[in-house]
C-alpha cells in the first residue's frame, strides 16, 4: 500500500517548477512529507542492523560530555570516525535512539528532495516511488552508514557535471568517514567523462548475461590469488567470504535478473530519448551500466550483490521517471500498472520476512528486549 500510495500521488501531479507551483502540488508535497517522516521516520526497530547501531548509540557520550570520553569513544569505535562524531552530535540532540533514526531521516529527505527536483524535474513524485521500490526502503531502515555516504553521492553529482572535482572528492571523502564502501565513488568522476561506444556496452552486456548464467567463477580464482600473496586482515577477511556458504553463494535466474535485463533493453533502445532533454542523463546511464555489470559478473559472490549495487542503485530513482516521460499516452498508464505491481511484489517479498515486520513508535510499544529475542531466534 505504501508503494500504491506515492504512485497515485504522482498521477496527478507532475512538476514542482518554480514558476508553476499549483495548490495541489503544494498539498501532494506536504501530505507525502508527513506521510514518509510517520512511516520511515517514526519506525520501530526494523531488520537486523540496529542490533548493532542500537547499543552503540546507547553507549555514546554527548558533546556536553568530558572531551576525553568523546575522544576515547570515537578513536575506539567499531564504526567509521564519521559515524561515530555524528553520532555524538545526535545524541547531544537528544538521548532516544527513536529520535536519531528520525533525524537521519529527515537528513536524508532534505538530500533527496533537492536530488529529485534536480534531476527527475516534472517525475519528482514518481522519483521517489522508484527509490523506495528499488532499495530506498533498506537504505531508510537498515544500512544507516551506508545511507550517509550515498547521501553524499548524490550531492557530489552534480559537481560532475560543473567539472569541480574538488568539490566531489571533498563530499565523497566525507561519505568514506561514514563507510569505507564510498571508496567505490572516487574513480566515478572520470569512468563518468568516458565516451564508450553502445556496440561495446551491449558487447559486455550479453558476455555478463554468460558469465551469470553459466555461473564462471572468475572472480574467486583472482581473489584466491590476491590472498596468497597480500597477507593482512582484509586478505583473511576475503578468505572467509569465499569459503563462506552463505557470502559466496551465487544467483540463479530470479525476479530481479529478469527485472535488470528488461531495464536495461528498455533504457538502451531508448538511450537517445532520455538524454534528449538532458545530456545530464549520460552520468546516470554510466551509474546504471555499474550496477548491471555488477550484478552480472560478480553474481558469485552474495556479500558483493548485498554492498556494491546499492552504491549505484541511484540511477534507477533518475532513468525511470525520464523514461516514464518518453512514454506515449496510453503506455504510461501501462507502465504505472506493471511498476506498481513488480512493486507490491518486492515489498510483501520483504515484509514476510521475520525480521522486517513493521512497527511505529506512535502506534506500538517497543520492547527492545523481546525485540532483539524476537530476531535472534
Not at 532516544?96 to 513524485?125: E, G, P
Request: hydrophobic letters at 50%; glycine letters at 4%; proline letters at 2%.
Amino acid at each position: 500500500m505504501f508503494t500504491v500510495g506515492i504512485f497515485l500521488v504522482s498521477l496527478p501531479v507532475h512538476d514542482l517548477k518554480k514558476n508553476a507551483i499549483r495548490a495541489n502540488t503544494i498539498l501532494c508535497f506536504y501530505g507525502f512529507a508527513l506521510f514518509v517522516f510517520v512511516f520511515i521516520g517514526c519506525r520501530g526497530l526494523i531488520g537486523t542492523d540496529w542490533l548493532n547501531y542500537y547499543p552503540f548509540f546507547q553507549k555514546a557520550p554527548s558533546f556536553v560530555s568530558d572531551i576525553d570520553e568523546i575522544k576515547n569513544f570515537v578513536s575506539h569505535s567499531y564504526f567509521e570516525k564519521g559515524y561515530a562524531i555524528y553520532t555524538v552530535l545526535c545524541k547531544t540532540v537528544s538521548s532516544n535512539y527513536f529520535v536519531f533514526q528520525l533525524i537521519s531521516f529527515l537528513l536524508d529527505f532534505l538530500v533527496l528532495h533537492s536530488f529529485f527536483r534536480r534531476y527527475a524535474k516534472r517525475y519528482y513524485f514518481l522519483a521517489w516511488a522508484f527509490y523506495f521500490i528499488f532499495q530506498g526502503y533498506i537504505i531508510e531502515l537498515i544500512i544507516l552508514r551506508n545511507a550517509k555516504s550515498i547521501m553524499c553521492f548524490l550531492i557530489s553529482i552534480q559537481y560532475i557535471h560543473k567539472k569541480q572535482w574538488l568539490k566531489y572528492y571533498a563530499m565523497n571523502f566525507i561519505g568514506i568517514l561514514f563507510h569505507i564502501s564510498a571508496i567505490f565513488y572516487l574513480p566515478i568522476y572520470f569512468l563518468c567523462r568516458l565516451k564508450l561506444s553502445k556496440r561495446l556496452e551491449l558487447i559486455v552486456f550479453i558476455i555478463g548475461n554468460i558469465v551469470y548464467l553459466l555461473q564462471i567463477e572468475w572472480l574467486k580464482t583472482i581473489l584466491l590469488r590476491i590472498v596468497t600473496i597480500w597477507d593482512n586482515h582484509y586478505s583473511g577477511l576475503i578468505e572467509r567470504y569465499i569459503n563462506s556458504d552463505l557470502y559466496s553463494v551465487s544467483y540463479g535466474i530470479t525476479i530481479g535478473y529478469v527485472e535488470r535485463t528488461i531495464t536495461f533493453i528498455l533504457f538502451y533502445f531508448n538511450y537517445k530519448k532520455l538524454i534528449m532533454h538532458d545530456k545530464n542523463m549520460d552520468v546516470f546511464w554510466y551509474l546504471f551500466l555499474i550496477y548491471i555489470y555488477v550484478y552480472l559478473f560478480c553474481s558469485e559472490f552474495f556479500i558483493i550483490l548485498e554492498r556494491i549495487p546499492n552504491l549505484f542503485v541511484c540511477s534507477y530513482w533518475i532513468l525511470y521517471p525520464n523514461f516514464f516521460r518518453v512514454l506515449k499516452h496510453g503506455a504510461k498508464y501501462l507502465f504505472i500498472v506493471m511498476i506498481i505491481l513488480y512493486g507490491v511484489l518486492k515489498m510483501l517479498s520483504l515484509f514476510n520476512l521475520p525480521w522486517a515486520s513493521y512497527e511505529n513508535v506512535l502506534f506500538d510499544t517497543i520492547d527492545v528486549v523481546w525485540r532483539k529475542q524476537f530476531v535472534l531466534t
